[in-house]
């Protein structure tokens, strides 16, 4: 399904913000969009925002490719971004992430077995005074984890387990 | 002391809207566009003394004043990009204070003429950016925002952006080109905002905080503000402190506190009662300070700061105690700004990657050779005044101060 058969109000809302001939603007919430519904951002999203938006493919990828929230390939069904900037690796967030990935038996930038979780370090997120501290995103957006433990990771990933077995259902 | 920004810690749930309305909320708006001109409104923030808070210091009332009258529309963006590391103020205050920032972005947007105001924040602060939406319209809903408000000519829409995780965002230039739908890379200047801004129309660009700052000025007025602070910088500052501290988060204090004030009596001290050795008052793009009794005991200021060798920034202060090797913290500094440079100017975007790789050979164990030393200082003078923004600048800043006012830590004792 094309993103205008699926999002039409919200697509109406974005374009509303910006004045009608400087509609590029509208890239980012768009790819947004694309992001947490597809996990990616596919080619043929690209293709149809450029479209949309009267730009060339080449353009929307350039901007896909230069910011970090949008992914080309498709991974884990949830990100786990893990600050380990200055601040936060002051607070142990090196340590917490190596924790990370032996308790989920993962490299920096892998998927766990099942899919669900890709582990990455990232850059400052702004809670340095909250360390160790991951940012997920996924379906459900992108939400903040601090004060971190290997326990504090265990219940959120029970919680996702208790999503996916009700959308099952 | 009670708090002018960080009020939300004296008034319980000043985030919601009657909350913040029945504290006086939006009276400074409707002043200004009831009572005043809108020059009137620049006078009275320029009278005060405020400057802005994203970093640079720049007096904000006359930033306004700069706004090229004869080109319209005009446009006010706040930048919520909040990506320094050490830096965690403005999330607070739009997250537990929204609608004081957002009155104050009215107000400014009503001093310069703007009837469209963005905010663009992080990609990161989506959940902050939904309740904003919901704030705005609650906004829209009362007739503080919209069409022809308070009875007069003036309206005036805000609307929430969000970026997709891209520091240089927070340099205004590359802020403007994001927000048009490009990558976020610097312009070159002049022409500045002030004449071509968004979408090429005169633009005010200001820090969250700075707005925060309006609306209490316009209320108490300039003389109120001016009698808080120092004589160089006046009023208060948000001052995030992290690092090696017991009590790691966000103090309000007024210009002319103490870093001792800070850490010791606001941030709970040093982590095991360890000495402070070095502070980084402006983030990771901060230079080292040798943390002795004399720098510990200066009034702080933008002056003052500037005198002990470093910036004040946007006062995101990381401490760091005599247990933290400067080798480390300047590998996880350059680590950052390679993965930041927005790769436009070649000293920048090659400069970083070489400085990243040195700095990653001194901390693979094999001791730190003088060549490699000499080899980083070389880099960092071929970046420094070479690139169109400041990141370049940033990127050179802990690894030079670190190197000539910590050389022991560096084999150069």
């Known amino acids: 399904m094309s993103l205008q058969q699926k999002y039409p109000k919200e697509i109406k809302q974005i374009l509303s913000k910006y004045p009608p001939e400087y509609k590029r603007s509208a890239v980012m919430p768009l790819l947004h969009l694309v992001q947490r519904d597809e996990g990616y951002v596919s080619k043929e999203s690209m293709q149809e925002i450029a479209k949309l938006l009267d730009i060339t493919e080449t353009e929307v990828g350039a901007v896909v490719g230069f910011y970090t929230l949008y992914h080309e390939k498709k991974e884990g069904k949830y990100r786990m971004q893990i600050c380990t900037d200055l601040p936060c690796a002051l607070r142990g967030a090196d340590e917490f992430m190596k924790q990370v990935c032996e308790h989920l038996n993962v490299?920096?930038?892998?998927?766990?077995?099942?899919?669900?979780?890709?582990?990455?370090?990232?850059?400052?997120?702004?809670?340095?005074?909250?360390?160790?501290?991951?940012?997920?995103?996924?379906?459900?957006?992108?939400?903040?984890?601090?004060?971190?433990?290997?326990?504090?990771?265990?219940?959120?990933?029970?919680s996702l387990k208790q999503v996916e077995t009700g959308e099952k259902r | 002391m009670s708090h002018i920004l960080l009020r939300h810690r004296d008034i319980p749930d000043l985030h919601k809207f009657n909350v913040y309305k029945k504290n006086g909320g939006f009276s400074a708006f409707k002043k200004a566009v009831t009572k005043m001109q809108p020059s009137q409104v620049t006078d009275e923030v320029k009278n005060s003394g405020l400057r802005g808070r994203g970093g640079a210091g720049f007096p904000t009332g006359l930033k306004w004043s700069f706004i090229d009258k004869n080109k319209w529309p005009h446009y006010v963006v706040a930048n919520a990009d909040e990506s320094e590391p050490g830096t965690f103020k403005d999330r607070e205050l739009m997250e537990l204070n929204p609608f004081q920032f957002l009155e104050g972005l009215a107000i400014a947007s009503y001093a310069v003429g703007a009837n469209v105001a963005y905010v663009y924040l992080r990609g990161e602060f989506w959940d902050i950016a939904e309740e904003m939406d919901k704030q705005i319209a609650e906004m829209e809903e009362a007739g503080f925002l919209g069409d022809k408000l308070f009875g007069t000519d003036y309206s005036l829409r805000i609307y929430t952006h969000l970026g997709a995780g891209a520091y240089i965002c927070g340099e205004e230039t590359a802020l403007l080109e994001s927000l048009e739908g490009k990558r976020g890379q610097p312009r070159n200047r002049p022409p500045f905002p002030a004449v071509f801004g968004?979408?090429?129309?005169?633009?005010?660009?200001?820090?969250?905080?700075?707005?925060?700052?309006?609306?209490?000025?316009?209320?108490?007025?300039?003389?109120?503000?001016?009698?808080?602070?120092t004589p160089d910088a006046a009023g208060v500052k948000i001052y995030s402190l992290c690092g090696r501290v017991r009590k790691p988060g966000n103090y309000e204090l007024p210009f002319g506190?103490?870093?001792?004030q800070l850490i010791y009596e606001h941030g709970g001290g040093v982590q095991d009662s360890r000495p402070v050795k070095a502070i980084m008052p402006a983030g990771a793009s901060s230079s080292l300070i040798v943390a002795n009794d004399k720098v510990l005991d200066t009034p702080i200021d933008y002056a003052a700061v500037k005198a002990m060798g470093a910036d004040l920034g946007s006062a995101s202060v990381i401490v760091l105690d005599d247990t933290v090797d400067l080798k480390w913290v300047i590998s996880k500094t350059l680590k950052f700004f390679k993965h930041e440079s927005c790769g436009k100017c070649t000293p920048c975007r090659e400069g970083t990657f070489w400085m990243n790789n040195i700095s990653k050979r001194m901390q693979n164990g094999n001791g730190v050779k003088n060549e490699d030393v000499e080899l980083l200082l070389n880099v960092a003078e071929q970046i420094q005044g070479k690139c169109l923004c400041a990141l370049g600048e940033f990127s050179t800043m802990a690894v030079v101060s670190g190197i000539k006012r910590f050389p022991q830590e560096f084999n150069r004792a």
């Open chain 1, 107 to 158: 490299e920096d930038g892998g998927t766990t077995a099942d899919g669900m979780v890709t582990v990455e370090h990232v850059m400052c997120l702004a809670a340095c005074d909250r360390a160790p501290m991951f940012q997920s995103q996924g379906p459900d957006g992108i939400k903040y984890h601090e004060y971190m433990t290997i326990d504090r990771v265990n219940e959120w990933l029970q």
């Open chain 2, 198 to 229: 968004l979408f090429g129309k005169p633009t005010v660009i200001n820090n969250v905080e700075t707005f925060a700052n309006v609306p209490p000025i316009l209320a108490n007025g300039a003389d109120w503000y001016k009698s808080i602070g």
């Open chain 2, 257 to 260: 506190s103490t870093f001792r």
